[in-house]
């Protein structure tokens, strides 16, 4: 079986990264990235041990992918000190409210900085994505 036939999607969308000063193809056969969307059958919606999420990780890399886009959602710490144990790059994509208010806009704020001032110290982390394609914030005007 083809590594690609293993993954729900195949990601193509990050063209181009710079690390350390050179430019790296990212999303070529040599460098793929995989999306990562919290299912997980003993745990429901995350891993419930330190272990489920080191196989994880340790499969991914397996499957030869340089890293993942977590889809909407924040992992537990556990995931980015085994993600960067293994060298495996994160691309954070949070969730996204339904409708957007300024309920939302105040907790969604707080709620970002809390994740960003918890995670920013661990280097697999590569971007935050805070806000995905204005959903929940359609209704605003531009």
């Known amino acids: 079986m ?5 993954a729900p999607k195949f990601v193509r969308s990050i063209r181009k990264l710079l690390l350390t000063a050179r430019p790296w193809d990212y999303a070529t056969d040599d460098y793929n990235v995989w ?21 994880d990780i340790q499969g991914i890399k397996e499957l ?8 909407q959602m924040v992992e537990k710490c556990k995931f980015f000190c085994g993600s ?3 060298d495996l790059l994160v691309w954070d ?9 300024n309920t939302y806009e105040e907790q969604f704020t707080k709620e970002s900085i809390d994740v960003v001032r918890r995670d920013m110290s661990h280097p697999c982390i590569i971007a935050w994505v805070l806000i995905n394609d204005f959903l929940g914030v359609a209704s605003l005007k531009m």
């Open 84 to 86: 960067g144990r293994l």
């Open 93 to 101: 994509k949070t969730a996204n409210a339904y409708k957007f208010s």
């Open 2 to 6: 083809h590594k690609k036939d293993l």
């Open 35 to 55: 999306i990562v969307e919290g299912y997980c059958p003993e745990g429901s919606l995350s891993a419930p041990t330190a272990d489920s999420y080191a196989e």
């Open 64 to 71: 030869g992918s340089m890293g993942v886009r977590l889809q």
